[in-house]
């Protein structure tokens, strides 16, 4: 049974300007998308600016969404790390505040061979019982999980389910696809993405774009598996100004930018990441007027 089917937001960690954790705007954004029709939420990952979080705040994030959602729908915890030790630790912790997935991206800076990648999943899946999603985005973590590992991870540990696919190769997928052979739920990584990812057998995308447009992105997915391929595909074009703008600087400098701009009071960014260049915030604020956000 798969963790989630549809749109999973990968959700902003907003803060206050002096760059402590915002929880009662956490708890808005929360009630926001899942007024939106979101369905999961992936707390503390890429996104969530989770790098920069201590282990402490990581923990107490994923508590709070965790108590939030009280169970209305799934709730996935990052708990990726370079260090196989800190990610068993961090996915643990997880497991006992009630998550209901863990979401592992590959290491980053070490470059771990395909042994070692796949020794560092089994590794933190075999240490807990909850469904546990691979992430494998290269552009960030200079390393690509092969699909032969991934199947092979898989193979091994019978908690790994899915896979959330940002390399961008869509024949990347298509081999995933083929070598798992149904066994292994495939999420789109890329909002630009989703619909050649469901079409591949894939189940949905974890968002970025859910942040500012919860229910349009959830009815991309929902139209595509109803049989409305037509519709999902217009849906899906229709975003993808929006989505270019979102990534015109690293992620997630825009997508918070955007969110200010809504009046969602997100804050700033921890350092190092920083405020987005005005030029590119003509281009995000125009792109959101196109699309109907502003």
Do not use: W
């Amino acid at each position: 049974m798969s963790l989630f089917t549809g749109a999973g937001v990968a959700i902003v960690t907003p803060m206050y300007e002096n760059g402590d954790v915002n929880y009662e705007v956490f708890g808005e954004l929360v009630e926001t998308q899942i007024a939106g029709g979101t369905d999961a939420i992936i707390v503390c990952g890429t996104t969530g600016e989770a790098s920069t979080l201590t282990h402490e705040e990581h923990l107490e994030c994923i508590r709070f969404v965790v108590d939030k959602v009280n169970k209305r729908i799934p709730v996935i915890a990052g708990t990726g790390s370079n260090c196989t030790k800190t990610a068993v630790y961090l996915s643990q912790e997880a497991e006992k505040l009630g998550a209901d997935g863990v979401l592992l991206v590959s290491p980053y800076y070490n470059k771990a061979t395909q042994k070692g990648l796949k020794n560092h999943f089994v590794t933190i899946a075999k240490s807990i019982k909850i469904p546990v999603i691979l992430y494998n985005i290269q552009g960030r973590t200079g390393v690509n999980i092969e699909p032969a590992t991934i199947a092979a991870i898989a193979e091994e540990a019978g908690n790994v389910v899915a896979v959330k696919e940002a390399s961008g190769n869509i024949s990347q997928v298509a081999q995933i696809a083929r070598l798992t052979k149904g066994k292994l739920d495939i999420y789109s990584g890329n909002d630009d993405q989703i619909i050649p990812i469901l079409s591949l057998g894939g189940k949905g995308v974890i968002s970025v774009l859910s942040n500012i447009a919860p229910k349009q992105t959830h009815d991309i997915c929902e139209e595509y598996l109803k049989g409305n391929v037509e519709k999902a595909k217009d849906l899906q074009l229709s975003a993808l100004d929006l989505i270019k703008a979102l990534f015109c600087e690293v992620n997630p400098i825009p997508v918070k930018a955007a969110m200010n701009f809504m009046g969602m009071n997100v804050g700033s960014l921890r350092a190092p990441l920083t405020e987005m260049e005005d030029v590119n915030k003509e281009k995000l604020a125009a792109a959101m007027k196109e699309y109907g956000l502003l």
